[in-house]
C-alpha cells in the first residue's frame, strides 16, 4: 500500500512541524511528509523543513489581489504535491469556503486551545483572563466556520497559580508536539470516522502524557472537604 503523502501549511516558527519530521523519521507520522507551503517568505518553518530535505514553496498572501486568488494559488500548489491530507501547522490565513471545501475530510489543523472553548487569536491571555484551571489544545478537521470542525484529539495542561501567557503558551504547546503527530498518524492509518459534530477514533489514541491533571486544590483550614450529605431516599 502506498505510504500516504502529506503537505503541510505554515506561516511562522514552526515547531509543530518540526515534531511532524521528528514522527516521520522515528516512524511514528504513518505517513510521509511531501510538501512544505508557506504564505510567509521569512517563516523560520521553511528552514526546518529544508534541514528535513522536504520540498516547499512560499506562495505569498501578498502577491494576489483578493482572497479567492491567493487560495487559487495555494490549491494548485497543494494539488501539485499531490497530498492525501493538508495539515495546518501553525498556519495563519482564513481560508475561503471552496477552498476549505476541496479539502474537506482531509486537512487538519492543530489549535491552542480546548475548542470550542477560545476559536481565534489570543487564547493563553483569554483562558487566563477567565481564570480557567484547565486548558489545551485541539487537533480538528477544518469546515469553512473557522475552529468550529469535528475535534479529533486533544490535550489538556493545568493552568498554574503564577502562569504568565508564554509559561502557559510553552505547556500547551508541548502537549501540540504530541496530539498533531497523534492525529496525523491516525488519520494516515485510516482510523478516524466523522460522525456528525464529533470524530469516532479507532484503536490508540492519544499519548497518556498529553494529559496533565489539573493542579491539585488546597483546601483553606475553613473549607470543609467532607462530601455533602445526600438524602437518596425516596418517597414511597
Ligand atoms: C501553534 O500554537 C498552533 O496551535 C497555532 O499556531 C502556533 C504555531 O506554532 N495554530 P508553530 O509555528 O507550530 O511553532
Redesign the pocket.
Known sequence: MAIPRITVL?????????ALIDAECRGRLGGTIAAVLSNRADAP?LAIAGAGGIATQVIEHRGYEDRQAFDAALAAAIDASEPDLVV?????RVLGATFVERYQGRML????SLLPAYPGLDTHRRALADGVRVHG?TAHFVTADVDHGPIVMQGAVAVHEDDDEAAL?AR??AV?HQVLPAAVRAFCEKRLVIAGRGVRVRGEVVPAAAFVVPSAVVAEPSMSTAAPALDLTRPA
Do not use: T
Request: charged share 10%; with cysteine.
Open positions: 505554515v506561516s511562522g516558527r514552526g515547531s509543530n512541524l518540526g518553518a495546518l501547522a501553525g498556519f495563519m489543523n492543530i489549535h491552542p489544545c503558551a500547551v504547546l501540540e
